[in-house]
């Protein structure tokens, strides 16, 4: 199986990390995440979900299945895939902030969370950021092209409507479902678009 690394930021949208977090599970071994400090405020702001300090987030997260997942500190630099010599086979941030976004385009690897992405872009590893920002600045648009030149996809948080979604998660899947293809590991039984009828 191909090992994922799912990093969550402090964006809004950490619904995004976490139902990715559960449809991974199954496709990638080994699967890691890293929360950024201000994750888990949003988190809790979001999910209503207190994060224990001690306590494996994953299993915070998702539950007694989240203790398959490998966790690390965000300052943790002695994690596997901070050396190009043991890179993921992708790395996801799920929801990405532009601040992060913008450290990544630049090389600032001051966090964990950096020093990944900038361990795949140079192993030419599959990267992919899922921003969750409207609108963009100029300077956010410059930094996501910068990224896309390195090798990064940046998928944003935009979810379709061509499903007629009925519910917050029948908008939060199909992203999902893009990501892992993306990943190189697409879920059994996603979605997928097979044309219109003219008559509808």
């Not at 963009?136 to 990064?152: D, K, P, V, W």
Request: aromatic fraction near 4%.
């Amino acid at each position: 199986m191909p090992s994922l690394l799912v990093c969550m930021t402090g964006a809004s949208g950490s619904i995004y990390g976490v139902r990715l977090l559960e449809a991974a599970l199954p496709l990638f071994d080994p699967l890691y995440l890293v929360l950024s400090a201000r994750a888990r405020e949003v988190i809790h702001h979001e999910l209503g979900l207190v994060l224990r300090r001690g306590a494996n987030p994953a299993c915070e997260l998702i539950g007694e299945a989240g203790a398959g997942v490998r966790t690390f500190g965000h300052q943790d630099m002695n994690a596997p895939f901070a050396s190009g010599s043991a890179a993921c086979d992708a790395m996801v941030v799920a929801p990405c902030t532009m601040g992060t976004a913008a450290r990544i385009a630049h090389g600032v690897s001051e966090d964990l969370i950096a020093r990944a992405a900038d361990v795949c872009l140079k192993e030419r590893r599959k990267l992919i950021l899922v921003p969750r920002e409207t609108p963009y600045s100029t300077l956010h648009l410059r930094n996501l092209l910068a990224l896309s030149e390195a090798g990064a996809t940046i998928l944003p948080a935009a979810p379709p409507f061509y499903h007629r979604p009925k519910d917050i998660d029948g908008l939060v899947q199909p992203i999902i479902d893009r990501i892992l293809v993306h990943a190189g590991a697409p879920r059994p039984g996603a979605y997928h678009w097979a044309g219109s009828s003219a008559e509808e």
